[in-house]
């Protein structure tokens, strides 16, 4: 089993539509989950963090976390084509700190 | 100013060749990393330095060394390149060793293709 696991995708969603991307993580110790969107050809950049369990809201992402359920979603409202990226999701490990990233999951924002 | 800046962005090599790649953070971050990200797009963690200190040291080939002078630098240096090196190395820094607060900031890449 993968320490943080994501659906590779692509997720298709026509503009304006609301996008859900999902992640579930192993290590249950994990304190900190991190959403980044990597444009092709460029670095990953942070968009989202969550430490507690519960939604938290950030213009038109949404991040949602389920200790319990060990699952990290984000939802984008309101999708553009320029939200077509691969979102990566990241675990910081309980004991080691570490930041684990997903595989990603590429999003397509039809037009 | 870039926040975290890596030289060279692009560098194609010969197998066996050494090469280094050189990063800078002006952050003031105390913790940097080295990852990489193979063709499937998974990133993966190499090195850590916090303070100039190796704090994470994953299983990696020997061939790999990483060096921190200072706190703002981090290079990585790769001996007898094999084509398997092919891949994006990404430099990253955050404010400690914990990256609770904002994450990493990622550098602009170094794209490693070993012909």
């Known amino acids: 089993q993968k320490e943080v696991e994501q659906n590779s995708g692509p997720l298709s969603v026509p503009e304006g539509a609301i996008a859900s991307l999902n992640c579930t993580y192993s290590d249950r110790g994990s304190q900190s989950f991190f959403w980044y969107r990597q444009y092709s050809g460029k670095s990953p950049e942070l968009i989202m963090f969550?430490?507690?369990?519960g939604d938290k809201e950030d213009g038109r992402f949404t991040a949602q976390l389920n200790k319990a359920s060990q699952y990290v979603s984000l939802l984008i409202r309101d999708s553009q084509p320029s939200d077509s990226a691969t979102y990566l999701c990241?675990?910081?490990?309980?004991?080691?700190?570490?930041?684990?990233f997903g595989t990603g999951t590429l999003l397509a924002v039809q037009p | 100013d870039t926040a975290v800046s890596q030289t060279p962005k692009y560098l194609v090599t010969q197998m066996g060749n050494d090469k280094s790649i050189k990063c800078e953070q002006n952050l003031g971050h105390d913790t940097m990393y080295w990852y990489k990200q193979d063709s499937k797009k998974f990133l993966k963690i190499m090195f850590s330095y916090n303070n100039k200190e190796l704090i994470i040291n994953e299983t990696v080939p020997n061939r790999f060394s990483p060096k921190s002078p200072d706190k703002a630098h981090l290079n990585l240096h790769i001996n007898s390149l094999e084509l398997g090196d092919s891949a994006v190395y990404f430099c990253a820094s955050s404010q400690d060793f914990t990256a609770n607060i904002r994450g990493y900031t990622f550098g602009s890449g170094t794209r490693l293709t070993v012909v």
């Open positions: 990241a675990v910081r490990h309980g004991a080691t700190n570490k930041l684990i």
């Open positions: 969550i430490y507690s369990n």
